[in-house]
């Protein structure tokens, strides 16, 4: 079945230091990826997409993601992680046809100062 | 400015009756999209439209119901037969028919419907 995981339903971190959020797809292709980030009570906003070509993709707010074939991930980084970063992160694909996409369950970042 | 807007915010509604949450977009996108948030689940989707006056059901329909009679609005109703409608409601839309390359899904603010 086509899924996507992201494994961290928290994750802490300090301000100023640097951040990996997992996702991992589970597709017999290469899907188009995305990651979006909700703050509290709002709506989703897209950080970031992956279609094909460089493999290392840079986004808004200086986050950046890498899709890796091989270990089927899209994991999202940024170098320092500023306190604003602080909300729900959600990786999410799609495999053409109907344009529907497939949300991760979410992890949500706390950034302590 | 371009986006997309969802009214009300909070919504509140006794047990038994019938609501409609709306969403409107001036993005001249063709395809629009209702999702459903609830804690720990991520989102899934309820209803999509990828073009006036048709749409599909998505994942978890049942209880649900929208209409597409123009480009821009694409309200969801929220009936008596779903058995938890107390959600967190987002819509989403797109380009549309250019295809997967640049089909995008943007999301407004959503609605969080309470049902008492």
């Known amino acids: 079945a086509q899924s996507v995981t992201q494994p961290d339903i928290h994750i802490t971190v300090s301000e100023g230091a640097s951040l990996e959020l997992r996702c991992n797809y589970s597709?017999?292709?290469?899907?188009?990826l995305f990651w979006y980030v909700q703050s509290p009570g709002q709506g989703l906003q897209l950080l970031l997409k992956?279609?094909?070509?460089?493999?290392l993709v840079q986004g808004i707010k200086g986050f950046e993601a890498e899709f890796k074939r091989s270990q089927s991930s899209f994991n999202l980084r940024k170098p320092s992680v500023h306190w604003s970063d602080a909300a729900e992160y959600f990786c999410?694909?799609?495999?053409?046809?109907?344009?529907?996409?497939?949300f991760g369950t979410g992890t949500q970042l706390k950034v302590e100062l | 400015d371009g986006g997309i807007t969802q009214s009300p915010k909070y919504l509140f509604r006794k047990e038994g009756q019938n609501v409609t949450l709306s969403c409107e977009q001036n993005?001249?996108?063709?395809?629009m999209y209702w999702y459903r948030q609830d804690p720990g689940q991520g989102l899934r989707l309820i209803y999509y439209?990828?073009?006036?006056?048709?749409?599909q059901k998505g994942d978890i329909a049942e209880g649900y119901s929208v209409s597409r009679e123009k480009k821009e609005s694409f309200p969801l109703t929220v009936t008596s037969a779903q058995k938890n409608p107390t959600a967190f409601y987002l819509c989403?839309?797109?380009?549309?028919?250019?295809?997967?390359?640049?089909?995008?899904?943007?999301f407004g603010p959503g609605t969080r419907l309470t049902v008492l």
């Open positions: 989403a839309s797109s380009i549309g028919a250019s295809g997967p390359s640049t089909d995008t899904q943007y």
């Open positions: 597709y017999g292709a290469t899907p188009y």
């Open positions: 992956y279609f094909s070509g460089d493999t």
């Open positions: 999410a694909f799609y495999t053409g046809g109907g344009n529907k996409l497939t």
């Open positions: 993005l001249n996108h063709d395809a």
């Open positions: 439209s990828q073009i006036v006056n048709d749409f």
